[in-house]
């Protein structure tokens, strides 16, 4: 009988989550007017879409930054984070060989930056906000994450975000911004473009996720495990590493998302402990 009110009480609440309302507002621009009127790059590529649930309350925020080796890629709503009782925040970014870095991970920042500013607005709460991403998407979330002078400058530290969780995110310097500066796509740099070269303890949670090491792109997965140690060495304790058995680059995104969700569900119980 114990049993069969508890689902009974699971399926109340499913069909809550799965009845309430949502509204996406389309091609959000956020940089500022000036900014917005002095690069007509900036004016074209520098917007977001927004996904948020209708009359609620605190619910949390997940930024998401599209893939694409940061050469190429459209922002898009996941589907499977739809109708969960969260928002998304999809985001485009200058692309190169227009602009090199760093100034797509200063687009990152700023899109950012304007979900912390303004998703009190639509009931979100500023203490649950996530950012995340596939790929090249991942390699954004974790270098706006980990180095605070990108969300500096906005004044915001990077360690109120609730968390950040790269999809497969490249955690040495990006082959992109290698290619920019000519070094060879083998030379594994740790420099100020790698997400490792801003290791600490004081971190938000970070959440890494790839596809299966014999399936992956060359070295994503012993980039992330590297990391992984790597924080947990440097004193961090809310470090996790999951790799999905039998999952390619691309194909580690869908079983990704639930752990996405799942972390979300932990990071929100403990704040309202």
Known sequence: ?????????????????????????????????KT???????????VLDIYVPKNVKNFSTIIWFHGGGITGGEKHIPEELKNKGVAIIAVNYRLSPR???????????????????????????EDLIFITGHSAGGYLASMVGLDKSYLNKYKID???????????????????????????????????????????????PLLLITGDREKELLGRYEENAYMWRMMKLKGHKETVLYELDGFDHGG?????????????????????N
């Not at 070094?183 to 938000?204: G, N, Q, T, Y």
């Open 99 to 125: 602009v090199k870095a760093p100034k797509y991970i200063e687009d990152a920042a700023a899109a950012t930056a304007w979900v912390f500013n303004n998703i009190k607005k639509y009931g979100g709460s």
């Open 36 to 46: 917005d009127r002095s690069d007509a790059y900036i004016n074209e590529r520098c």
């Open 158 to 204: 990077a360690n109120r975000l609730a968390g950040i969780i790269p999809f497969s995110g490249q955690m040495i310097s990006h082959f992109t911004t290698r290619k920019e500066k000519g070094i060879e796509e083998l030379d594994a740099r740790i420099d100020e473009m790698a997400p490792l070269h801003f290791i600490r303890a004081d971190a938000s």
């Open 252 to 272: 580690m995104a869908h079983p990704a998302f639930p752990l996405l969700l799942n972390e979300i569900k932990r990071v929100e119980k403990l704040k309202k």
């Open 1 to 33: 009988m114990k049993k069969l009110l508890q689902l009974f009480l699971i399926a109340i609440i499913s069909v809550q989550i799965y009845a309430q309302e949502y509204q996406t507002i389309s091609n959000v621009h956020y940089y500022d007017d």
